[in-house]
């Protein structure tokens, strides 16, 4: 659970056209939603009525306005991903599309207020409240058997190496609990989001986030991963522009500075002196501390029929049209697909029937098994000039599935690394 906005209301527009409808609504969030905007496209809510779904923060859930049918709309989005100065907007967003698209929101006497005038306090109050009670819940986690706890974050990934607690705005630990348990006060830095409007605090919480969750620490391997790094550059610039004092990552601002002017060929800057600030504030940043980025370790990913993979946190992913799914860095490269096995008779085979069925080149034999899984693969050296690099060819069953994983790699010093990583492969 968290906190959120779901509200309902009726639009005569909406019951006699719905798909124009819907497209002028897309229209208006890319026109109106301002900095924060992101995309806005057409697509299918939760419940699976035809809705425009809109990414409004990197942190946050795609805001949803489902036409329900009848010429009632719905709008659903979680905040607690964020924090309360996203809330405040998206309720004067809201407020703006209603009058705009004609849209008689049904409010409650218990949210009328809040929902007409955005109550900061009230808003403050309620995510204090929530902040509060996940500590609680986390702290007493960490005293049974879990040793690391996500909140915040998107799925799809997993951060193993950082904790107790990972959130969008950093690790925390164990003492940091405790306090915002007693008192939710001493947590509101961990929401990228909590000051209203679009101030410098706005523009430095995106930044950090990104910096992250999303940055890999190292040159740009496609034009996203360039962008990636100039929008955060950006954000950091724009933030010192409206409020030099606050706490800026220096040292982390600083390391992006080479990848970006070597993907560009150039690095837009806020004023003269503003590179030469950056390294020299980087240069005062103590060794101690710790850097910002979560992708600086191994991450955990969530691949499809219940398989997961750890892989250097650098390495770029991607899904293609046939559902491979590959990860790679400048030498390294890990394909997987996964399979699901059914016998004629509709019945899934055991994993060792499925595993024997199966058939490897020649090359060094590398097995695994824990659990349920069972693995098997071969690891083989380059064979002269057409053939220039290391693989690692296996497979990993489990009752009734199949995961196919190739690992390519240029340096025989990656041995060690292929393997491990393909043992890696797990099933829930």
């Not at 041995?415 to 393909?422: F, L």
Request: hydrophobic fraction near 40%; proline fraction near 6%.
């Amino acid at each position: 659970m968290g906190v959120g906005i779901d509200v309902t209301g009726r639009c005569r527009a909406l019951a006699a056209d719905s798909e124009r409808w819907l497209e002028r609504a897309r229209s208006w969030i890319e026109q109106h939603a301002g900095e924060p905007m992101e995309s806005a496209r057409p697509g299918r809510a939760g419940d699976d009525h035809p809705a425009v779904l809109a990414t409004l923060h990197p942190c946050a859930e795609d805001l949803e306005i489902a036409h329900l049918g009848s010429g009632r709309v719905r709008v659903r989005a979680k905040t607690s991903t964020v924090g309360p100065g996203y809330h405040a907007y998206l309720l004067d967003l809201l407020v703006r599309f209603g009058k705009d698209l004609a849209v008689a929101w049904e409010t409650s006497e218990e949210s009328a207020g809040v929902f007409e005038t955005g109550d900061r306090r009230a808003i403050e109050a309620e995510f204090l409240d929530w902040l509060g009670g996940v500590a609680r819940v986390v702290r007493e986690g960490l005293d049974r058997d879990y040793h690391w706890m996500m909140i915040s974050m998107a799925i799809g990934h997993q951060y193993p190496h950082h904790g107790p607690m990972v959130t969008p705005m950093g690790p925390r630990d164990v003492d940091w609990l405790e306090a915002v348990a007693a008192d939710p006060s001493r947590g509101m830095d961990v929401f990228p989001w909590w000051e209203p409007g679009l101030g410098a605090p706005f523009y430095l919480g995106r930044a950090k986030a990104r910096m992250w969750r999303d940055v890999r620490w190292r040159d740009p391997l496609a034009e996203d991963e360039g962008r990636l790094l100039m929008d955060v550059h950006l954000d950091l610039a724009r933030a010192y522009r409206l409020d030099p004092t606050l706490d800026y990552p220096w040292r982390e601002w600083a390391e992006l500075i080479g990848p970006i002017e070597s993907h560009f060929g150039y690095l837009e800057m806020a004023g003269d002196n503003l590179e030469t600030e950056i390294h020299r504030q980087a240069r005062a940043v103590g060794a101690s501390v710790p850097r910002i980025g979560y992708r600086r370790r191994p991450v955990r990913v969530e691949l499809t029929d219940g398989w997961s993979i750890e892989i250097p946190g650098e390495m770029a992913e991607e899904w293609d049209d046939e559902e491979l799914w590959i990860a790679r860095d400048e030498g390294r490269a890990v394909f997987f697909k996964s399979y699901s096995v059914t016998r004629d008779d509709g019945e899934a085979p055991p994993a060792a029937e499925i595993l024997d069925g199966l058939t490897l080149p020649d090359g060094r034999a590398v097995d695994h098994r824990e659990g349920p899984v069972t693995g098997r693969a071969v690891l083989t050296s380059p064979d002269g000039d057409e053939d220039p690099g290391w693989q690692l060819i296996g497979h990993h069953v489990v009752d009734g599935g199949l995961a196919a994983c190739n690992i390519i790699f240029g340096d025989a010093d990656d041995c060690d690394w292929a393997i491990a990583t393909w043992r890696s492969l797990g099933h829930s």
